[in-house]
């Protein structure tokens, strides 16, 4: 992962690329194969090995290109969460959310710890009740857009690389801490849990949640990104599944991975990679059998008459 030094160089050479600017951070969608030509020109081993990932999915999506700093993969699931998402998770219509940072710093005080990637007058406790008060809103705001063009304008708008956008990646980061926390006890208290958590707590690092927290989860943004084990913890603290296209895996049964991989549902947030540090968006094509979420149209019979019943 990129180091905070390098991150700061590439902010100093390219100012839109820093917090506060209007720079998109999620670019429009683009085609696969295009893209593919552009950046790996060449015969390389790897530059042929990653030009056959994407010619095998490139019938099937497009690109949309996610800034390259360290929250990427944050910002790509969170995306695809408010780009696709049709409702809202049970855990959102909890009405205490915007309580569970004071409940946590008072039971764990694990907030003293956090560090947010640009000033703020509020307390920690504060901020972090505002980071999930805003993400509530905002997916509210997309599972109520009555067309697909009202939800990329309110995408657009996030994605600005302001500080709203930064605020909900850091409430997704609270999300992943407060499921850790939760799956932790389960396990010690020796009820099942996902198979990912016994890979999250046997690291010599992350034996516990307070060393998940201190020694991983909040240089995320900062210094690193996150590691497989942690995509399995977002995508459960989500109820979502991350299906990732990782394309260096081209030829073997890694090709396609989900995250965790215990829950697949049938809707998953698809991302590309080409080396599990840097992640972008895949979007389905919108052939003309199918509609603007990517599910089969049904064209009626001559009579007029529907003879086939589907759910979708």
Known sequence: YRGEEEIQKECALFPSAAVGETQS??????????????EWKGNTTKSLLIRKGYEAIASEFNLRKVRGDNYC????????????????????HDS???????????????ITEWQFPFETSKS????????????????QEAVQSKSLEERERMCQQVFRGHDEEYELLEALKFLMLRTAVQLHSDMEKGSDVPEFCWLLFARDSSKC?????????????????????????????????????????????EFITYYPNDHKNASPLCLLTEDDRHYNVLVPKK????????RPKWNPPSDGQSSITTRL
């Not at 951070?25 to 552009?38: G, H, P």
């Not at 944050?74 to 998402?85: K, Y």
């Not at 920690?124 to 997916?139: A, D």
Request: some cysteine; overall charge negative.
């Open 25 to 38: 951070s999620v670019s429009a969608a683009e085609d696969l194969q295009t893209y593919s030509e552009r």
């Open 73 to 92: 993969a944050l910002r790509a699931v969170l995306f695809q969460v408010l780009s696709q998402s049709k409702q809202l998770p049970a855990w959102l």
């Open 96 to 110: 205490d959310i915007s309580k569970w940072p004071k409940e946590m710093h008072s039971d764990q005080d694990f």
């Open 124 to 139: 920690k406790v504060q901020h972090l009740e505002q980071c999930l008060e805003l993400l509530t809103n905002k997916w």
């Open 209 to 253: 949640p307070k060393t998940f927290l201190t020694n991983h989860l909040r240089h995320v943004g900062f210094s690193g990104g996150l590691e497989q084990v942690e995509m399995c913890l977002l995508g459960y603290s989500l109820q979502e599944t991350i299906r990732v296209v990782r394309l260096y895996k081209c030829d073997t049964e």
């Open 287 to 294: 052939f003309p059998k199918f509609d603007a979420y990517g």
